[in-house]
C-alpha cells in the first residue's frame, strides 16, 4: 500500500518505530501488545501470507477506511496504523480486561443490573454503527470475543466483521 507521492500519506499513518512491541505480553488473539508514545496499545499485524492476497489487502484497505469514521464512547478507538512498511499494522486502544467471553469465565454468572449494563453499552455501539451516514456499519460478529471491557465500557471491537450497508 505504499504510496508514490509522501503528501498522499494518511493522517493515520503511524511510525513504526515508535510501536514497541513487547514479545513478552504474548499474543492475544491476533494482537500484540505494544506501547506507542507511552500508552499501552492493541496491535493487529497483518499476517505474512496476507501481502500477496490481493483480497486480503482490499479487505485491510476497507477496514481502515472504516476505521477512520469511527468515534464513538462504546467502540474501540482506532489510533492509527503502519501501511507504507511491512509488517502492516493497525493499532487500537489496549484492552486490559480482555474479552466478555473471557470475563464471564473468570466471574462466572452475572447480577441482573450489570448484565442490563453490559447490554445497554455494546447495544449502544451497535447502534452508534447502524447509523453511521452516509454509509451505515454492520456488525457481523457480536460474539463475547468481539466485545472488550475499557475504562468501565463493553465495547465493539473492530477486528471482528464488519461492513458497510
Not at 78 to 106: C, W
Request: proline share 7%; hydrophobic share 35%.
Amino acid at each position: 500500500m505504499a504510496v508514490a507521492n509522501p503528501r498522499e500519506v494518511p493522517e493515520y499513518e503511524l511510525n513504526p518505530l515508535e510501536l514497541q512491541i513487547r514479545r513478552s505480553d504474548g499474543i492475544k488473539g491476533s494482537y500484540q501488545v505494544a506501547k506507542w508514545n507511552g500508552t499501552k496499545v492493541s496491535v493487529k499485524i497483518l499476517d505474512k501470507d496476507c501481502y500477496s492476497d490481493p483480497e486480503s489487502i482490499n479487505a485491510f484497505k476497507h477496514e481502515l477506511m472504516m476505521l477512520e469514521k469511527v468515534r464513538h464512547p462504546n467502540v474501540v478507538q482506532f489510533v492509527g496504523a503502519v501501511t507504507q512498511n511491512i509488517p502492516m499494522m493497525i493499532v487500537s486502544e489496549y484492552h486490559p480486561r480482555g474479552d466478555l467471553g473471557t470475563y464471564l469465565q473468570k466471574k462466572g454468572r452475572l447480577s441482573a443490573s450489570k448484565s442490563l449494563r453490559f447490554a445497554l453499552d455494546i447495544a449502544r455501539g451497535m447502534n452508534y454503527l447502524h447509523e453511521c451516514k452516509p454509509d451505515p456499519i454492520i456488525h457481523c460478529s457480536l460474539q463475547p470475543k468481539c466485545q472488550k471491557y475499557i475504562a468501565g465500557r463493553w465495547r465493539p471491537v473492530e477486528s471482528c466483521r464488519f461492513w458497510f450497508a
